[in-house]
């Protein structure tokens, strides 16, 4: 590395510290995504054959360090295991980024498959790298894009199965984790007004809605339209702030 400047230097051992890469493809990735790291860390980690290959004997050790003894899956006390391990709350919105990169179909539930895949996409054969990529997990919340696909995959990923809707306890529970995630101001009031007034299961249409209610109208609501497109259930939240002296009603 003589030939490279001290900054360059220090992004390749932080690259080689967080995913365990050689030198050389550490310094291939690094230029490909000219010295950007998280540019680098996105080509690393979404192309197979750049990464360092994951060891299947590793992988097979951790999946039955977690498996539940009665059935080839990893259950809730399986996860409560992973979490102790990766000293991380289950609570812990990482734990659905966990889940968004292992496909997981089911809340508490890790099937072989997922969990083998899901780190071998994420380049983990080891309890040590598996720590070392919670931070980058935690700031793919900040990409706008991938905090759409982790919101949306949070939907399926949270109800019931054979269920179309969302629990309203349960979807109240993640909107609060996501939305603390994202600041939206209202999202105390949105959960007031559907314990209120709502007190049913909740729609993928709305659940989906929300968050481009969230991202599109100012917390204010100056530029919300009464006479857009958007799911009643968010009109009748409209009404409940104004009526509620949370804001006032806009000409």
């Known amino acids: ?6 900054m360059h230097k220090e992004k390749v051992q932080q690259f080689i510290a967080i995913t365990g ?15 950007h790291l998280e540019g680098a860390f996105d080509l690393f980690y979404s192309q197979p054959q750049i990464r360092t290959a994951t060891d299947t004997r590793n992988l097979e050790e951790l999946y039955n360090r977690y498996k539940d003894p009665y059935a080839d899956m ?14 991380v709350d289950p609570a812990d919105i990482v734990m659905l980024v966990v889940s968004w990169h292992m496909k997981a179909a089911t809340m508490c539930e890790f099937s072989k498959k997922e969990f083998v895949e899901g780190l071998q996409s ?19 919340l900040k990409d706008e894009q991938k905090f ?10 949270a109800k019931e199965k054979g269920q179309k809707s969302l629990a309203l306890d349960t979807a109240i529970g993640m909107w609060q ?3 603390a995630e ?29 968050l481009e209610f969230a991202r599109s109208v100012d917390p204010t609501l100056t530029n919300y339209d009464a006479e857009g497109a958007w799911p009643y259930l968010i009109d009748e939240f409209v009404e409940y702030l104004v009526e509620n002296g949370v804001l006032q009603k806009t000409s």
Not at 74 to 87: E, R, V
Not at 124 to 138: A, G, L, Y
Not at 148 to 157: D, K, V
């Open 1 to 6: 590395m003589h030939k490279l400047n001290r």
């Open 21 to 35: 890469a050689s030198e050389k493809v550490a310094l291939q990735t690094l230029k490909t995504s000219e010295w």
């Open 74 to 87: 990893i259950m809730a006390d399986g996860i409560s295991l992973l979490c102790n391990d990766l000293q």
């Open 122 to 140: 994420l380049g983990v054969d080891s309890m040590v790298k598996f720590r070392e990529r919670i931070q980058f997990m935690r700031n793919e």
């Open 148 to 157: 759409r696909e982790i919101y949306n995959f949070a939907f399926g990923w």
């Open 177 to 179: 984790l996501l939305f």
């Open 182 to 210: 994202k600041q939206w101001p209202l999202v105390d009031h949105w959960c007031q007004f559907l314990q209120a007034r709502h007190n049913k299961a909740i729609s993928r249409d709305t659940w989906s809605q929300l």
